[in-house]
């Protein structure tokens, strides 16, 4: 990813687990976009704060009270998508079969990550803007 990402994982004997991705650099609140063209081997880091969204199928993970961070990649996230977005299977499996689409990551506060060169990373002016 360029640079140092650490992953804080935590397990309670009560039964809470809570995961988050912290990068080494801080960095304003960001929007990281991919066009992906067949590679789904390339890692994602998705902090607590960080809305993903798959334009071409409408797909979104938003962050909610208890969201918690990951580092996955393309393919595990068009995994993740396919277990919750039932009623697309087809067009996530598409997808999954190497049909080119876009990767949006929109964070707040700039801690997401994708392991691209091909990355744009766009500086939001709005922390809310999304």
């Given at each position: 990813?360029?640079?140092?990402?650490?992953?804080?994982?935590?397990?309670?004997?009560?039964?809470?687990?809570?995961?988050?991705?912290?990068?080494?650099?801080?960095?304003?609140?960001?929007?990281?976009?991919?066009?992906?063209?067949?590679?789904?081997?390339?890692?994602?880091?998705?902090?607590?704060?960080?809305?993903?969204?798959?334009?071409?199928?409408g797909a979104e993970i938003k962050p909610g009270p208890a969201s918690q961070g990951f580092i996955t990649t393309i393919e595990g996230i068009l995994l993740r998508i396919r277990k919750v977005f039932h009623t697309k299977p087809?067009?996530?499996?598409?997808?999954?079969?190497?049909?080119?689409?876009?990767?949006?990551?929109?964070?707040?506060?700039?801690?997401?990550?994708?392991?691209?060169?091909?990355?744009?990373?766009?500086?939001?002016?709005?922390?809310?803007?999304?």
């Amino acid at each position: 990813m360029g640079e140092g990402v650490s992953l804080f994982a935590f397990n309670c004997e009560c039964g809470y687990k809570g995961t988050d991705v912290f990068p080494e650099k801080i960095h304003e609140p960001r929007s990281l976009i991919l066009k992906v063209n067949g590679d789904l081997n390339t890692l994602v880091a998705r902090s607590s704060t960080g809305t993903i969204r798959i334009p071409e199928i409408g797909a979104e993970i938003k962050p909610g009270p208890a969201s918690q961070g990951f580092i996955t990649t393309i393919e595990g996230i068009l995994l993740r998508i396919r277990k919750v977005f039932h009623t697309k299977p087809n067009k996530i499996d598409a997808l999954l079969s190497g049909e080119p689409f876009t990767l949006v990551i929109k964070d707040p506060a700039g801690t997401s990550a994708i392991d691209s060169p091909d990355a744009r990373i766009d500086i939001l002016n709005d922390k809310y803007s999304f």
